[in-house]
């Protein structure tokens, strides 16, 4: 039995089915991902598992515990949310020890628990401050330090970081990363971004207007998607998609026949009509090649995104260092075949 084990869960709104029966089994000491665009349900999963809110069908267990109606302060969890909640007039010692307090936790053994949070966040030296005497870094450690101070059985996370800037948010992800390999806490942590997912979690569930299409660990999501969705929505830039039918041994797009080995040949079961996906990191310029122009350079510093207009349509490489060639230049794309992402049209499954 893992940690908590998430079965066959359906959440209904009115007349519209939000959550479409969600099964997920999230290991002790795993940092699970819900990841999904905005809109497709992480929250409501989420607040679920937290138990502000009860599934209209399926059962949530922590542990051996069945707690699919167990009110939120039994369940044992501790929850950071995107806004930090922090009470304005308490400062950071009071915020951090007052879910102790509520639990009649002894004053002495609080002070101690709050001085080895705030030093485990390095900010021992604000807590007599006030949160508006605070940053909004400074802050979202607050809240985290709230949440650590209980030592739950779970920590849920609801899109911590979206408030911060840019650099900040970096910075704390490192430390949410940091403090997991420290604590192995079992904890379930939602975002709409990818490079989250990819850099915090052991696994992800990348979820789609209320269902999980693909659950597994990030090298599983990036290297094999299961669904086009999953292919298009984890990486950037995104997977370059061509439509395609089948043609011979292989693919004709646009005119443009795309080879297939005879492994990806195997796997196409009887499709016909095929979307041919490939990572922007497999295409690079050669001698020959899919013939294009280049359109844009999106120089990053260690690497430049090249936007190559084709007659399979707009192509985007990413390449190493700096680019030679500039915009307006014919070009020559090439890539291994057997790096393609063959996905069936009108399904959207992944074939082979
Ligand atoms: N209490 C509610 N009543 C009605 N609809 C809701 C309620 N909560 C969420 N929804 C709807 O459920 C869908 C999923 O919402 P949510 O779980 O917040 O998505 P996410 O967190 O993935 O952005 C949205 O369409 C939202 O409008
Ligand atoms: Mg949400």
């Known amino acids: 039995m893992g940690a908590l084990s998430i079965r066959n869960v359906r959440k209904t709104f009115g007349h519209t089915e939000i959550l479409k029966g969600i099964d997920i089994e999230v290991e002790a000491g795993e940092f699970l991902i819900l990841v999904g665009p905005s809109g497709c349900g992480k929250s409501t999963l989420l607040s679920m598992i937290a138990g502000l809110d009860t599934p209209t069908a399926g059962s949530i267990h922590i542990g051996e515990r069945d707690v699919t109606h167990l009110p939120s302060k039994d369940r044992d969890i501790a929850m950071v949310f995107q806004s930090y909640a922090l009470y304005p007039n308490m400062n950071v010692a009071q915020n951090i020890s007052f879910a102790l307090e509520m639990r009649k936790v002894a004053k002495p053994q609080r002070e101690e628990i709050v001085q080895r949070v705030a030093k485990m966040l390095q900010i021992s030296h604000l807590l007599d401050r006030?949160?508006?005497?605070?940053?909004?870094?400074?802050?979202?450690?607050?809240?985290?330090?709230r949440a650590l101070a209980r030592d739950p059985k779970l920590f849920l996370f609801d899109e911590p970081l979206s408030n911060?800037?840019?650099?900040?948010?970096?910075?704390?992800?490192?430390e949410i990363k940091l403090l997991h390999q420290r604590t192995r806490t079992t904890t379930v942590y939602v975002t709409h971004d990818q490079v989250e997912a990819m850099t915090l979690g052991d696994r992800i569930a990348v979820m789609k207007d209320g269902v999980v299409q693909q659950f597994g660990t990030p090298d599983d999501i990036y290297s094999r998607p299961a669904t086009r969705f999953v292919a298009e929505f984890i990486g950037s830039p995104a997977m370059n998609m061509i439509q395609g039918m089948r043609s011979g041994d292989g693919l004709s797009a646009q005119g443009v026949q795309l080879a297939l080995s005879q492994e990806q040949r195997g796997g196409l079961n009887g499709s016909s009509e095929i979307v041919y996906g490939l990572r922007p990191e497999h295409l690079s310029f050669g001698a020959q090649g899919l013939p294009g122009t280049l359109t844009m350079l999106e120089p990053t510093g260690p690497e430049t995104y090249a936007l190559v207009h084709t007659p399979v349509g707009l192509l985007t490489a990413r390449v190493p260092g700096k680019v030679n060639e500039r915009v307006g230049d014919p070009v020559m794309l090439a890539w291994d075949a057997s790096n393609a992402h063959l996905f069936d049209a009108k399904t959207d499954a992944r074939l082979g």
Not at 164 to 174: H, Y
């Open 164 to 174: 911060l800037d840019a650099k900040l948010r970096v910075e704390m992800r490192a």
């Open 130 to 145: 006030k949160p508006g005497q605070l940053s909004g870094g400074q802050r979202q450690r607050v809240a985290m330090g």
